[in-house]
């Protein structure tokens, strides 16, 4: 059967509201949060700061660490609290979807630690935590070449879709999820995942779909670094 209508109403290669903000915990060298529909995302950097056990310094370059976690609360079944298997795999994927952008060269022997908390999570959330990564290290005024937006696209039934809610995730008749993040300004790509099945074709049009997805949070994602300077 044909997947004709989205359960909230949306277009097919429409994303949920999106919110973003900047400079949210005090404390931190820089912070972000990205809403994208019921997804909230925080992130706060420490950093660059001299590296402890010292033989983890590099002599050429300061490194970057992540922490991606997701609330207890944040779900309807309650998460246990503490790392997991799925938490190190997108603390992984979101380091490397960042390093890219990141020019570390001049803090050598320092390291950059990115905190990701997810509040509430409701699909999308290592996309949303890049945003919010990617806009809590320019707030900390890290060396960035490019600024990195994230999206989820996928296929849902037999149709192509951009931001994939939970619900379309458990879509009984089948849901693919591809999580991608994007360098705006060359539009490189920084993670591509997928989970499920889709053909190459399907996976262009994906790709399409999100790069302009990614426009749209990238303007969001501007906005929300320049209202947190503005004055
Ligand atoms: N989820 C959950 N409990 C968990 C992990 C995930 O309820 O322990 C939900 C949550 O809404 C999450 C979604 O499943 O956003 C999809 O998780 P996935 O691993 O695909 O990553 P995400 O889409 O959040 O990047």
Known sequence: MSYTKRPDGRKFDETREIEAKVGIIKRADGSAMFRIGKTIALAAVYGPKELYPAFMQKSTTGILRCYYDMMSFSVTERKRPGPTRRSNEISMVTRDALLPVLDLSKFQNTVVDIFINVIQADAGTRCAGICAAA?????????????????????VGDKIVVDLDKTEEDYEEGATDLPLAFMPGTGKVTLLQLDGNMSKDEIKKALEMGKKACEGIYKVQKEALKARYKK
Not at 135 to 155: E, F, R, W
């Open 135 to 155: 806009m809590a290290l320019a707030d900390a005024g890290i060396p960035m070449k490019d600024l990195v937006s994230s999206v989820s696209v996928g296929k």
